[in-house]
Nanobody
């Protein structure tokens, strides 16, 4: 059974940081590109960042310079370090494997 379990969300003040984690199981993790997608209240899905099988990173414009995606192929985990958080970063963040497997999401709320 494929499982992607996110953790690390929560409430943070503007300018703060959070590190999201995603634990993967049930599929060949090292063969999949891994990414993060978010959905803000009332909005559609928005791609955040991607790390390829070989570790190449790509970021949405809003994430460039603030967010860092990384992966650990031994532990089968992917991370998203989010710095300088803005109120508009408030969303449910989903871990995605290969564009086809999704986690249940973790809530990130940026508020003073």
């Amino acid at each position: 059974e494929v499982q992607l379990v996110e953790s690390g969300g929560g409430l943070v003040q503007p300018g703060g940081s959070l590190r999201l984690a995603c634990a993967a199981s049930g599929f060949p993790f090292g063969k999949f590109a891994m990414g993060w997608v978010r959905q803000a209240p009332g909005n559609g899905l928005e791609w955040v960042a991607l790390v390829s099988r070989l570790g190449r990173h790509d970021y949405a414009d809003f994430a460039q310079g603030r967010f860092i995606i990384s992966r650990d192929n031994v532990e089968k985990r992917v991370y998203l370090l989010m710095n300088d958080l803005l109120i508009e970063d408030t969303a449910v963040y989903y871990c995605v494997a290969g564009g086809i497997h999704w986690g249940q999401g973790t809530q990130v709320t940026v508020s003073s």
